[in-house]
Nanobody, 127 residues
Framework: QVQLVESGGGLVHSGGSLRLSCVAS????????IGWFRQAPGKSDEGVSC????????YYADSVKGRFTISRDNAKNTVYLQMNSLEPEDTANYYC????????????????????WGKGTLVTVSS
């Protein structure tokens, strides 16, 4: 059974940092992708970043490039999202999702192949 569990959200001041974690279990094949998505009130969902768990390739949304870094620890089946220089506009519920899309991470269609979703963790950035 595939399960994704996020943690690490919280309240931070503008300019601060947070690190989100996503523990993935039940993925029987190594060729899968884990993505981070966010949903802010009144805004459409956004694919923030994604990492190919086999080769480590990544992509980032333009809104977070240079500020966020996605990484993986295959031994722990965990994906991290390091978020620096946070802005009030980054306030949202952050979700991780995973699946066996081809390719595992597709910046043109971020939700493609993302079959499994966590419950989310709330990030609030105060000004």
């Amino acid at each position: 059974q595939v399960q994704l569990v996020e943690s690490g959200g919280g309240l931070v001041h503008s300019g601060g940092s947070l690190r989100l974690s996503c523990v993935a279990s039940g993925f029987s094949k190594a060729y899968y992708g884990i993505g981070w998505f966010r949903q802010a009130p009144g805004k459409s969902d956004e694919g923030v970043s994604c990492i190919n768990m086999r080769d480590g390739s990544t992509y980032y949304a333009d809104s977070v490039k240079g500020r966020f870094t996605i990484s993986r620890d295959n031994a722990k089946n965990t994906v991290y999202l390091q978020m620096n220089s946070l802005e009030p506009e980054d306030t949202a519920n952050y979700y991780c999702a995973g699946g066996w899309g081809d390719p595992p991470c597709d910046p043109s269609r971020p939700t493609k192949g993302m079959e499994y979703w966590g419950k989310g963790t709330l990030v609030t950035v105060s000004s």
